[in-house]
């Protein structure tokens, strides 16, 4: 059974920093996806990065300079280092995996096709 759990959330000024950290257990593909998501009451979940086991990253544009997805696969975790927080960026944010198809790609903005979650961890930057 897989399982994930985010930590380092927190509330920050605006311009602070924070990492999150996403530890994964029971994953066992090979070819994968892993990304970080957030999502405000009242709207959408909306995809801030992604990892592929290919090694290719992808950023929403809100983010990119701002923001670094990586993973350390002897820890089995996922990381978000965000610089320059906003007061926009204050959201739940979410670590999720699924499958990676042979030729395909992570999708970003399709966290529908995400298939396992974390509980979240809160992020709230002031101005």
């Known amino acids: 059974q897989v399982q994930l759990v985010e930590s380092g959330g927190d509330s920050v000024q605006a311009g602070g920093s924070l990492r999150l950290s996403c530890a994964i257990s029971g994953f066992t593909d090979s070819r994968y996806c892993l990304g970080w998501f957030r999502q405000v009451p009242g709207q959408g979940r909306e995809g801030v990065a992604v990892i592929g086991s290919d090694g290719r990253i992808g950023y929403a544009d809100s983010v990119k300079g701002r923001f670094t997805i990586s993973q350390d696969n002897a820890k089995n975790t996922l990381y978000l280092q965000m610089n320059s927080l906003r007061p926009e960026d204050t959201a739940m944010y979410y670590c999720?995996?699924?499958?990676?198809?042979?030729?395909?790609?992570?999708?970003?903005?399709?966290?529908?096709?995400?298939?396992?979650w974390g509980p979240g961890t809160q992020v709230t930057v002031s101005s």
């Open positions: 999720a995996t699924r499958g990676l198809r042979v030729g395909g790609f992570c999708p970003i903005q399709a966290h529908y096709e995400y298939t396992n």
